[in-house]
């Protein structure tokens, strides 16, 4: 079991920035790869950004590139999104995810435990 709390959502206007944490507990977090989705009112849940074991290794969605930054903190059983530059259509729910096995992950039926999401809103 990996219980993920995440924290730093809020309302920013566009081109503004926003900190999403999320806190893991309950297993090995240096084991664990990482990733951040978000779900817009209506719409399915999409990636947005991963992370493996190491923090070497990252993947994002084309439409963040560029814009947003995943980082961890292994020691502190931490990962992070930097979201820089943002628009409007950022507005959705963030959900924090982690994976077994440290291999960075892509989809969304790779991720075994989820987090209870944070809402950004972006204003135009």
């Known amino acids: 079991q990996v219980q993920l709390v995440e924290s730093g959502g809020g309302l920013v206007q566009a081109g503004g920035s926003l900190r999403l944490s999320c806190t893991a507990s309950?297993?090995?977090?240096?084991?664990?790869?990482m990733g951040w989705f978000r779900q817009a009112p209506g719409k399915e849940r999409e990636f947005v950004a991963a992370?493996?074991?190491?923090?070497?290794?990252?993947y994002y969605a084309d439409s963040v590139k560029g814009r947003f930054t995943i980082s961890r903190d292994n020691a502190n059983n931490a990962v992070y999104l930097q979201m820089n530059s943002l628009k409007p259509e950022d507005t959705a729910v963030y959900y924090c995810?982690?994976?077994?096995?440290?291999?960075?992950?892509?989809?969304?039926?790779?991720?075994?435990?989820w987090g209870q999401g944070t809402q950004v809103t972006i204003s135009s």
């Open positions: 309950g297993r090995t977090f240096s084991y664990l790869a």
């Open positions: 992370m493996d074991w190491s923090g070497y290794s990252t």
């Open positions: 995810a982690s994976a077994s096995g440290g291999v960075i992950r892509r989809g969304r039926g790779d991720y075994d435990y």
